[in-house]
């Protein structure tokens, strides 16, 4: 490819992102951020470089991370065994301060690579603002899985006044309860109800797969646009993959809360946020009310 045809093909991207960039300023977005997206550092400065371009597009990100791995990791390091049902980390009170520390870790990692691409960011846990209050969560089986919550409320004033001064929200998965007690959370359902809270018009989900399939076993499966109406029957159907269940839910919830779309993508490709945003094609899963 020439020069010229080089810059005339970098022009036609533009052009075919500006009805994207015009429909979507001024509008909240939400983005979960975990998976591979956060352990490859190529890949964690292609996230953050697409998270700072919708901002200074006039769009308002507000980005949810997680990070399992990080804890199981910094568990081991410390000698202690993570304990899982369910899927859910069992969590006791050594745990929730391990879980606090290295989630609060990951958040300011975050925050200074949006500060290194030209970005401005505050680090938040939902403790801040009593911005995710939450109540123990109870298991059907009677399980007792310790400090870790189901959300109740969202607070999203402090989201207000972070955007209203030109700043990106990073928000880890930690809640509190009415009584002050900290809770861990799942970061899918804490994105889902922050999306919902704060009347996104999209929730991003990156992940570790191309989106949704219809057989799990088989990548060519894979659903670009999925219903809620279906998406509950995956889900009670078991059809969904155990990870998926709850990036489904989130999906739901945020769209029971008035979000337009939401969006199950491949955290592993790099600038996927922008190719899913801004290109006629895009590319995962989109969930759609019915």
Known sequence: MSVMENLSHRAKVLIEALPYIRRYHGKTMVIKYGGSAMESEDLKRAVISDIVLLHYVGIRPIVVHGGGAEISQMMSQLGMKAEFVNGLRVTDTETMRVTEMVLG??????????HQQGGRAVGLSGKDGRLLIARKMETDSGVD?????????????????????????VI???GV?????????NADHAAGKVAAATQACKLIMLTDVRGVY??????????????????????DRGEAAQGMIPKLQACLDALAGGVERAHIID?????AVL????????????????
């Open 105 to 114: 870790q990951i958040g300011k990692e975050i925050v200074n690579l949006i």
């Open 145 to 169: 899985l310790g400090w870790v919550g189901d959300i109740e409320t969202v607070n999203p004033e402090i989201l207000k006044v972070l955007e209203s001064h030109d700043f990106i929200p």
């Open 172 to 174: 880890s998965s930690v």
């Open 177 to 185: 309860g009415q009584d002050g007690q900290t809770y861990n959370l």
């Open 214 to 235: 219809r057989n799990i076993k088989d990548e060519a499966s894979l659903i670009s646009v999925l219903t809620a109406r279906d998406a509950r029957t995956m889900i």
């Open 267 to 271: 955290g592993r490709l790099p600038h």
């Open 275 to 290: 190719m899913e945003i801004f290109t006629d094609e895009g590319i995962g899963t989109m969930v759609l009310n019915d």
